[in-house]
């Protein structure tokens, strides 16, 4: 059914809401661009002049969409070469999509979206609809075809699995900026006792080279394992250069709201390094090196103004 351009401005105005839901419920801004054309593409089929609440339609479309592939994709991942990492956004991506409160700047952080892939899909996406976007149960259990006492379950459940991470700590973006450029500091010193004061005793580092860029399948678990790799990963080698097709710029910037690293050569991004700050130091450092998980982060660091200087050059 050809829609007329009232209602194609209705779906537009709701689409930016949409694309951050399904970025939160899916990790991936690709995935998340996909389920909310196709949603677009069931609001063109569908009668609109008979559905009374449009934007309570088209989340429940684009919310069920995004359950069918969390279940798919548990299969797909399971067969991924190496660590399935989430796609990191770059600061002022619209698709982050709310931050005026606590509870919807952590829901698109970058360790609250890797700890999302332990929930069950209804947990998660109750816990999106909640947290990041203050549904109320009655709704959500509308949205999800369940009691509302099922969601209140739902998100009590998935509270409890993301409380057993680590505590993190909120910083604002001058405050991300000092952390990198510390953590820069200390992993370009060429020793690993600057890079121990920084992490936690029990830190970890992971990479998601998907299978295209070489990235370690076993994370490095412990302070002194963790330092070791990043003082070799952050050491400049030909190999390295040649690999990337040259000397990449490394910049201090955020990503999904938090401290991290951009590595870009010739205007394309070829590595984000998210950092996972708690009150007793760097406890994560999750390296995104996968060229497929890159392509929007490419896009908006050419969008964007950058005055300064790298902070180094490998």
């Not at 409890?160 to 953590?183: P, S, W, Y």
Request: charged content about 25%.
């Amino acid at each position: 059914m050809a829609l007329i351009t009232r209602d194609v401005d209705r779906f537009e105005t709701a689409r930016p809401r949409l694309e951050a839901i399904a970025y939160r419920m899916l990790g991936s801004a690709s995935e998340a661009e996909d389920a909310v054309q196709e949603t677009f593409l069931r609001w063109q089929a569908a009668d609109v002049g008979r559905i009374e609440v449009p934007d309570a339609w088209l989340t429940k479309v684009l919310t069920n969409f995004c359950l069918n592939q969390l279940t798919s994709a548990r299969v797909r991942r399971e067969t991924y070469v190496g660590t399935w990492l989430p796609e990191p956004l770059l600061a002022g991506d619209p698709m982050l999509g709310p931050a005026d409160t606590a509870e919807q700047r952590e829901s698109v952080s970058y360790a609250v979206l890797v700890l999302l892939e332990r929930l069950s899909p209804n947990e998660r996406a109750v816990y999106v609809l909640r947290e990041a976007f203050d549904y109320p149960h009655r709704e959500i259990a509308e949205i999800l075809d369940i009691t509302e006492a099922a969601s209140q379950q739902f998100h009590h459940r998935a509270k409890k699995h993301l409380a057993e991470g680590k505590a993190r700590t909120e910083i604002d973006e001058a405050a991300a900026r000092r952390i990198v450029e510390e953590f820069l500091a200390a992993a370009t010193s060429g020793r690993t006792e600057p890079l121990v004061r920084l992490l936690t005793q029990d830190a970890v580092s992971v990479g998601d080279g998907g299978g295209k860029v070489p990235a370690r399948a076993k994370a490095f678990e412990g302070v002194l394992a963790v330092a070791t790799f990043l003082r070799g990963l952050f050491k400049p080698s030909e190999a390295k250069r040649a690999y990337v097709g040259g000397a990449p710029d490394i910049y201090a910037t955020t990503a999904n709201g938090g401290p991290a690293v951009v590595a870009v050569v010739d205007g394309r991004v070829v590595g984000i390094t998210c950092l996972e700050v708690t009150a007793d130091g760097i406890a994560a450092v999750l390296n995104q090196v996968n060229p497929d998980k890159l392509v929007r982060a490419t896009e908006q660091w050419a969008a964007a103004e950058h005055g300064e200087a790298p902070l180094h050059t490998l």
